[in-house]
């Protein structure tokens, strides 16, 4: 039953049409929850606690993203903005992981160790899954 509707899920994600790209990051964040809710197992209390936790998690982790973003085109930068480029990636991945320590923790106690792991593979598995379709789309 779990691959049927796995199948049918990035098979109505196949065929959505790039015109809509609000309605799909919408329809893909929905497929994300429901999929990652199901590997986790997560009952509906915990659900109700855990989401809300993961959704600011990745509100943080997108904010952090955007203070560091910067040009990318290394041929036309200068060898010092290159340079801080680099220091300034390692200072974003640094912030990252005090931010995913800090929000494990607090996921840790609305659900046991052995959910929070599965969610890690879910996570993984979710996009691996949405990349290979987008691959095939083409």
Do not use: C
């Not at 300034?88 to 959910?115: G, I, Q, S």
């Amino acid at each position: 039953m779990k691959h049927i509707w796995l199948t049918l899920v990035f098979a109505a994600l196949a065929s959505a049409g790039l015109s809509a790209q609000g309605n799909m990051e919408s329809r893909i964040r929905s497929m994300r929850v429901a999929f990652i809710t199901e590997r986790m197992k997560l009952t509906p209390e915990e659900a109700e606690k855990f989401w809300p936790i993961h959704n600011q998690y990745e509100s943080e982790m997108k904010k952090i993203r955007e203070k560091y973003r910067a040009e990318r085109d290394f041929q036309t930068m200068s060898d010092q903005e290159v340079e801080r480029f680099l220091t300034d990636h390692l200072d974003m991945e640094e912030e990252l992981l005090k931010l995913k320590r800090d929000y494990y923790t607090r996921m840790r106690k609305v659900v046991p160790a052995r959910k929070l792991a599965m969610y890690v593979r879910a996570d993984l598995d979710f996009n691996r899954k949405l990349i290979q379709s987008l691959q095939n789309r083409k």
